[in-house]
């Protein structure tokens, strides 16, 4: 979230200053805000429609207020105040009205619970698709129809397109609108659909766009920043094992300068190409703060879009009054991106197979941290076994060595296994299985611990067996793991074997 002092000048030309720093601040990234149920609170377009239309898609995003059973979207009426067109929901039904008596509409597609919904309309009055359209929510298509207005003209006037209305005051809106774009074509693929579904302002291909709206708004309608689909539409994020990259698209913040890009590590800039500004970050340096809860570990850092401005102001923080010049904190003025991983991972592989005459190779992957079950050749733990040669090929009752390991630079963490169990194929969950580790305690009377420096792995063995079910089948070991925080002396890495039944 990034706090800005923003002022709107209600006039018929607007002159922006020059830019004097570098910025994540978009030209229309605006949403309005409708809080109460008011008729003097609408939004219009600063032009009409600019030519006639015979086929559309609107697209939009819409926030209702829970409990608001009806909401009028968009409206659009000549200078006689003749319905022509309107775009409203009723409880969960979304309604395309077209004139004053001719509506089409979609049952139980839509709710309304306080939640960002994309919504895409389409229709055509001519052509092959001629009387066909439909509703498209978040992407998935929910109504298609047919026949429904064919050789229909939606012809310009003199008047706005509204907002937050219709022509019955029963459908005033309640809720946060955002992105609304009317394009004079009608689009019919998932893939069209989905390049709406980015948060677009200022569309040159659009016949009225979202910067048309932007100085529109009537009564009590708030213009306030709007940055939970903007980011989303423009922001990448990738969380690998040891580092995250946090990747912007350079179109989308035409005011970035990024070579002042940074975290919060000032030290820590970013690199930049043709398209991107990107930064990556080790989970354990630049500043990174880790926040553990009963299932997660939480990587953030913020994206500072000027890491040689100080927003910080000499002037008392006043929350209380009516405004405020007090200090600016660099959560205020950046972008918060964060990585989050289970603590409870797994991985499994073909561990070894009894010595017979056959034996089979499988080996599934890794899960969202680069959690690896290695095994040795002994108890020293020096010689790792090689890819090829897995399963290792031993006699029943002799030794396997185990380490369960996280990899990478983690050392602000700690591991424990919870549990292993051993089955006969891939499937941790079969039915033939038998426990060696299971509530972080040895289940296998032959289990045995032994000692590592390093509090990101855990090394054990066990005496080999096989299953009298099958034999000769490869036993399979899948290891799940608890990872901690290092350096907390109450956790279950920590305890350890003290938690265990003597």
């Known amino acids: 979230m990034i706090l800005g002092v923003l002022f709107l000048a209600l006039a018929d030309s607007v002159c922006s200053a020059a830019v004097q720093r570098s910025t994540v601040e978009a030209d229309h990234n605006w949403k309005m805000v409708w809080s109460r149920v008011d008729e003097r609170d609408f939004v219009q377009s600063s032009g ?67 939640s960002w919904k994309h919504i895409v309309v389409t229709w055509s009055g001519n052509g092959a698709s001629n009387g066909m359209g439909a509703f498209w929510v978040n992407g998935k298509k929910i109504h298609e129809f047919s026949n429904f207005r064919k050789n229909h003209v939606i012809y310009s006037h003199a008047g706005p397109v509204y907002l937050g209305m219709l022509n019955s005051h029963h459908y005033r809106f309640k809720g946060e609108l955002a992105y609304v774009n009317m394009y004079a074509v009608n689009i019919s693929t998932t893939e069209q659909v989905m390049q709406l579904s980015r948060a677009s302002t200022d569309d040159p291909a659009a016949l009225m766009s979202w910067a048309d709206f932007v100085q529109g708004a009537h009564g009590e309608v708030a213009l306030v920043q709007e940055f939970d689909i903007y980011t989303s539409s423009y922001i990448d994020l990738e969380c690998r094992a040891t580092n995250m990259t946090v990747y912007l698209t350079r179109s989308a913040f035409p005011h970035l300068i990024p070579e002042r890009v940074g ?100 080996e599934t992957g890794h899960r969202e941290i680069d959690f690896k079950i290695e095994l040795y050749h002994d108890a020293n733990y ?39 169990v051993a089955t006969p194929n891939p499937d941790p969950e079969a039915v033939t299985k038998h426990n060696l580790i299971l509530n972080g305690c040895p289940s296998d009377e032959t289990i045995q611990y032994h000692n590592s420096t390093r509090k990101v792995e855990q090394r054990f063995s066990f005496e080999s067996f096989r299953f009298n079910s099958v034999p000769s089948a490869v036993v399979y070991l899948h290891c799940y793991i608890d990872v901690c925080r290092a350096d907390n002396e109450e956790s279950r890495c920590s305890k350890g074997l003290d938690l265990c039944p003597q």
């Not at 991106?337 to 991985?347: A, G, I, N, R």
């Open 382 to 420: 020096t010689q790792q076994l090689k890819k090829h040669e897995y399963p290792l090929r031993v006699d029943t009752g002799e030794r396997v060595y185990v380490k369960a390991v996280v990899h990478g630079d983690n050392s602000r963490m700690a591991v424990w296994v919870d549990r292993c």
């Open 263 to 362: 975290l919060i590590d000032r030290g820590c800039g970013a690199e930049y190409n043709e398209t991107h500004v990107y930064i990556t970050t080790n989970l354990d340096q630049c500043k990174t703060k880790i926040t553990y809860t009963n299932t997660t570990a939480e990587y953030s850092n913020y994206i500072i879009p000027d890491i040689f401005w100080d927003p910080a102001n000499s002037s008392d923080a006043t929350p209380n009054a009516v405004i405020n010049r007090g200090r600016l904190h660099v959560e205020d003025t950046s972008l918060k991106f964060h990585c989050t991983y289970p603590l409870l991972s797994h991985d499994t592989i073909p561990a070894y197979a009894v010595k017979t005459s056959n034996f089979d190779i499988h």
């Open 48 to 114: 009409p429609l600019i030519h006639d239309v015979n086929a559309f898609t609107i697209s939009l995003w819409v926030k209702d207020l829970k409990g608001n059973g009806y909401s009028g979207y968009l409206y659009y009426k000549n200078s006689k105040n003749d319905f022509l067109l309107g775009i409203y929901r009723y409880s969960t039904n979304l309604y395309l009205q077209l004139d004053r008596g001719s509506t089409v509409s979609c049952s139980g597609c839509i709710s309304y619970d306080s």
